[in-house]
């Protein structure tokens, strides 16, 4: 079974289909929303709708263009200060927290707590 519904047009004189970056999660609502493309777009000759499967990011409803929110991930919480680990450069995982404790940790606790134990490890094992 598709994910979502493309759609795509020819729209030059190579009569290459060309797509967006458009997914609908019906075909009709893709239909509508190619067919909207052809008026305002005099260019388009010929449209058409095909099966995609990347997910559904937009909705088309009463004409009108939707993005789709992805549903946010709740936030980690880290195993040593039990705060929620803030997003960094997309990145939510925050930071491994061994040897401390088994899980993930928030940035500050790797600074303080995770890094300290950690060249006291190194420390210990050299000597
Ligand atoms: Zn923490």
Redesign the pocket.
């Known amino acids: 079974m598709p994910k979502s519904y493309a759609p795509e047009v020819i729209a030059d004189n190579s009569g290459k289909w060309c797509g967006n970056q458009l997914r609908f999660a019906t075909r009709k609502e893709a239909e509508e929303n190619v067919f909207d493309l052809s008026m305002r777009w005099t260019s388009v000759r010929e449209t058409r709708v095909v099966e995609s499967d990347e997910p559904v990011n937009y909705s088309y409803v009463d004409r009108k263009l939707r993005a789709v929110e992805e549903p946010k991930p709740e936030p980690l919480i ?1 195993c ?2 039990e ?1 929620p680990i803030p997003i960094r450069h997309g990145w939510a995982q925050g930071n491994n927290a061994e040897p401390v404790k088994e899980g993930r ?2 940035y ?2 790797e600074a303080q707590v995770v890094l300290p134990a950690r060249i006291a490890r190194l420390r210990s094992a050299g000597e």
Do not use: F, R
């Open positions: 880290c040593i200060c705060q940790c928030c500050d606790c």
